[in-house]
């Protein structure tokens, strides 16, 4: 490739289910290969599979990606949508002598493949049509186009993954490029959609490692430049068996919805699984951009750990902004006034500290929109026994005469009510905790007092001074 070669990659799903994690971690790459070198990157819809295709697979393919920071730089591709194209192809092959009519019937495919089956050899469909013209009585029978792939020798790849593979000529069929209805198959519009899109890079999963071999006599007969080919191995699970749903290889949207995560956590972590950067663990997007090279990817399947997956997002939710967090909690604690909001995203500092998912992070905002009295949770409650219920008067009364509702101001009293009384200080904090948040975690107990407040504080606490009436 000329220096003056711009690199344009693709990310080329088939909509035929959610976008799951491999899918992400594709497109990812393909991203960043390109970003890295000023390059394009380009989405494509491979939609041919119409029985198989659906509206809300492709429209969860670009939720995903949107999700993730990874819409394409143009309007993506749609497949099905350059048949013509395909076929003008397929004929051009024809034309040159590259492809040939076939006019074998599925019986005599069939019959073939049973003899090779019954003599234990491997079947190889050996056309007579690549070298024989059709006769008058082909003119009203169908046929399909197959491509005349080299016999001899072998094709070489000098994978940036997977380093050189080679693989005998002989071992590549004459497949079919268009089938008798006219409809180019998967393998011809693949080739046909990269060329036109100007792909210089196809970098996917190396299930598709097999495909460049037929996919490149395709290219080569057409003339066209060959792209660079990166196979990157596919994710497997915790316990290196190949990923499935018990692994949590759900769709981008589980990893948003049901598991709570933040995107640049997600983001970070998919770079990881499977390229490397040294020991760095933490890494930007601007630094995903500048440090991504094919040289990082890995030779062997990179590992999918759930575990890391949450503490990164733990890492990612410290970091993130406050007033952005609590609109992304907002909705999970029911409709919130102005006053709520901004009492949410003052809390913040403290309950994202706590916190490694937005789910967490909803659970422990929850005592700030609580109701009076409170609902005890089991613990809670068994922490408010005959003593913690008499401390709390204490703390009532020392609090009730405070002058200025602060953090020092608040710390001070309850540390001198503790001292007067001869108390621990857990002695007076595991009540409050209680009494205040209904529960028996929570962030600090004075950042708790100040984020309540003077009047709802007391009131909670006065709530729980006396025993329940049962
Ligand atoms: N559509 C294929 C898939 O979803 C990818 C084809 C390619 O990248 O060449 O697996």
């Known amino acids: 490739m000329s220096a003056s070669t711009q690199i344009v990659t693709r990310f080329a799903p088939s909509p035929t289910g ?11 790459f393909n991203y960043l290969l390109a970003r890295a070198n000023d ?3 380009l989405v494509r819809i491979e939609d041919t599979d119409k029985k198989r295709s659906t509206p809300e697979a492709i429209e969860a393919i670009h939720d995903g990606l949107e999700w993730l920071g990874l819409l394409g730089d143009e309007e993506p591709v749609f497949q099905s949508q350059r048949a013509e194209r395909h076929a003008e192809v397929a004929q051009q092959l024809l034309d040159s002598g590259h492809a040939y009519k076939c ?11 049973e003899k090779a089956q019954a003599e234990k050899r491997p079947f190889r469909i050996n056309s007579e049509w690549r070298d024989q013209q059709p006769g008058p009585e082909q003119e009203s029978q169908s046929y399909v186009v197959r491509l005349k792939t080299p016999d001899d020798g072998e094709t070489v790849i000098e994978d940036q993954v997977q380093g050189t593979i080679r693989v005998k000529n002989a071992e590549i069929d004459d497949y079919v490029i268009l089938r008798g209805d006219g409809t180019p198959t998967y393998m011809l519009a693949v080739v046909v959609d990269d060329h036109d899109m100007g792909v210089t890079h196809i970098m996917r999963g190396d299930d ?3 495909n460049a ?11 066209w430049d060959e792209p660079t080919y990166a196979h990157v191995p596919l994710i497997h699970g915790a316990d290196g068996a190949k990923l499935s749903k018990r692994h949590g290889a759900l769709g981008v949207d589980a990893y948003r919805d049901e598991m709570g995560l ?5 983001f970070n972590y998919l770079l990881r699984l499977g390229w490397g950067h040294g020991d760095d ?5 601007e630094q995903a951009i500048e440090w991504f090279d094919l040289k990082g990817v890995g030779k062997s399947p990179s590992r999918f750990d759930t575990k890391k997956l949450l503490n990164l997002n733990g890492h990612y939710i410290r970091e993130a902004d406050n007033g952005r967090l609590a609109q992304l909690v907002a909705p999970k604690l029911g409709e919130l006034e102005d006053d709520q909001m901004a009492l949410l995203e003052r809390a913040m500092p403290e309950l994202k500290a706590r916190a490694n998912d937005l789910h967490q992070l909803a659970e422990g905002a929850e005592f700030l929109f609580k109701t009076r009295p409170l609902q005890m949770s089991e613990k809670a409650a068994a922490i408010l026994d005959a003593e913690a219920r008499d401390n709390l008067v204490l703390a009532h009364a020392g609090l009730e005469k405070l002058d200025e509702w602060s953090l020092e101001g608040v710390e001070n009293v309850i540390r001198e009510v503790a001292e007067a009384a001869e108390l621990k200080l857990g002695k007076l904090a595991q009540p409050l905790r209680a009494a205040l948040t209904g529960s028996n975690t929570s962030p600090g107990i004075f950042d708790v007092l100040v984020l309540l407040g003077r009047d709802e504080s007391l009131a909670r606490i006065a709530d729980q001074t006396v025993e329940p009436k049962e």
């Open 103 to 113: 006019y074998l019937t599925q019986e005599e495919l069939q019959a073939r493949r």
């Open 39 to 41: 390059g394009k990157y």
């Open 262 to 266: 933040l995107p640049e956590a997600v």
């Open 281 to 285: 663990e933490i890494i930007s997007r």
């Open 208 to 210: 598709h490692l097999n």
């Open 213 to 223: 071999f037929r996919q490149l006599p395709l290219i080569r007969a057409m003339g």
């Open 18 to 28: 959610f976008l799951h994690i491999g899918g992400a971690r594709t497109a990812l």
